[in-house]
C-alpha cells in the first residue's frame, strides 16, 4: 500500500491503531486502510459509536472550558489523539484564555506526528511522544518542564485513554501520579468506556472485536471509574454519563441507546 506524505517513516500500516481508528470514527483523514477497516467492522454492529466519540469530544470541550473558568491556564493532555477539531488550546483561545498552555502527549507515531504538524510556531503548546503509563516519565519530559509551571494549578486529561490500561498496570496509581504532581487546585478530567448497564448483543460483539485487537479494551462500571480518582473530588454532577455533564444544550443529543461509559472532573484539594 502507498505510504502517504503525512505518515511517519516507523509507522506500521498494516496494525489499526487505537487513535487512528477514532480519528476515522470523528470524521478524520488521517487513518490507514487497516484501521477503517477495523472501525467499519465496529460500526457494522454499533454504528452509536461514531456517535459516542463526538459525545466523548464535545465533554471534554465543556470540561476544558468550565475549567478556564475557574481560573485554570495549563493543560497537559494525555492520549490526546490525532488532531482534531476542538483541541485544549482552541478551546482555550475561544474561551479568550490568551495566556494558556497545553501539553500533548501521545504514543501513536501519527497522533505524535500529526500534532507537531498542526502546533509548529503556535504558542503556550507542545507536543511529547510518549506513554501515559508512566507519570514519572512524562512529567520529567523537558517540553513538560518547559511549559508547565508546576506551582500553578494544571489540569492532567485523561480523556477515553484508561480503558486500555488493564487493572495489572495500576490505572489508579496513574492517576495518582499525575494528580500527586499538581499543587491544590490542579484537576482530572476523564473518559472512561463503560459498563454500568448489561451490554446490547451488538455492543458486546463490538467489544468482543475490541479484546481480540492490538489495544483491548477495559470496560469498567461507574463504581470502578469512580475508584480511579482517589482522594479527588469529583465536582457536579459528579461520575455520570458524557452528556450528563453541565450539558450545554448547543451540542448534538446524546447518541441513541444512552452511553455506554462514564467522565468525571476531579479537583485535589
Ligand atoms: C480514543 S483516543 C482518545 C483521544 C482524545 N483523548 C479524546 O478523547 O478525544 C485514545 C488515544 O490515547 C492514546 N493512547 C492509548 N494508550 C496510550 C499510552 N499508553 N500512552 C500514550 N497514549 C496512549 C492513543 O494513541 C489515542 O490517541
Same mark, same amino acid.
Given at each position: 500500500m502507498d505510504r502517504p506524505s503525512w505518515a511517519p517513516a516507523d509507522v506500521d500500516?498494516?496494525?489499526? %491503531?487505537?487513535? *487512528?481508528v477514532y480519528d476515522y470514527y470523528l470524521g478524520g483523514s488521517h487513518n490507514f486502510a487497516a484501521d477503517?477497516?477495523?472501525a467499519e467492522q465496529v460500526l457494522k454492529v454499533m454504528?452509536? #459509536?461514531?456517535?459516542?466519540?463526538? %459525545? /466523548?469530544?464535545?465533554?471534554?470541550?465543556?470540561?476544558?472550558?468550565?475549567l478556564a473558568a475557574q481560573g485554570v *491556564?495549563?493543560?497537559?493532555?494525555?492520549? %490526546?489523539?490525532?488532531?482534531? #477539531?476542538? /483541541?485544549?488550546?482552541e478551546v482555550?483561545?475561544?474561551?479568550?484564555?490568551?495566556?494558556?498552555? #497545553? #501539553?500533548?502527549?501521545?504514543?501513536?507515531p501519527v497522533a505524535v506526528a500529526h500534532s507537531r504538524a498542526i502546533l509548529a510556531g503556535v504558542p503556550g503548546t507542545a507536543v511529547v511522544a510518549g506513554d501515559l503509563r508512566s507519570p514519572a516519565e512524562v512529567l520529567a519530559q523537558p517540553q513538560v518542564q518547559g511549559l508547565i509551571d508546576f506551582t500553578q494549578p494544571v489540569a492532567f486529561l485523561l480523556v477515553a485513554v484508561l480503558h486500555f490500561v488493564p487493572d495489572e498496570q495500576r490505572p489508579a496509581d496513574i492517576v495518582a501520579g499525575y494528580a500527586a504532581a499538581g499543587v491544590p487546585g490542579s484537576h482530572v478530567v476523564l473518559s472512561h468506556a463503560g459498563l454500568d448497564r448489561p451490554l446490547t448483543p451488538a455492543e458486546e460483539e463490538a467489544w468482543e472485536m475490541y479484546r481480540r485487537s492490538p489495544t483491548p479494551l477495559i470496560l469498567r462500571t461507574n463504581t470502578q471509574?469512580?475508584?480511579?480518582?482517589?482522594?479527588?473530588t469529583a465536582l457536579p454532577p459528579g461520575v455520570v454519563a458524557p452528556h450528563a455533564w453541565r450539558p450545554a444544550g448547543d451540542e448534538e443529543p446524546p447518541p441513541e441507546? /444512552?452511553?455506554?461509559?462514564?467522565?468525571?472532573?476531579?479537583?485535589?484539594d
Open positions: 500500516l498494516d496494525r489499526p %491503531s487505537v487513535a *487512528r477503517r477497516a477495523f454504528p452509536a #459509536v461514531a456517535g459516542l466519540a463526538r %459525545s /466523548n469530544r464535545a465533554f471534554l470541550r465543556r470540561a476544558v472550558r468550565a *491556564r495549563q493543560y497537559l493532555d494525555l492520549g %490526546s489523539g490525532i488532531p482534531t #477539531v476542538g /483541541n485544549v488550546h482555550l483561545a475561544d474561551a479568550g484564555v490568551t495566556d494558556g498552555r #497545553v #501539553v500533548y502527549v501521545d504514543h501513536d471509574v469512580e475508584a480511579l480518582l482517589g482522594d479527588l441507546g /444512552n452511553a455506554i461509559g462514564c467522565v468525571a472532573v476531579a479537583r485535589k
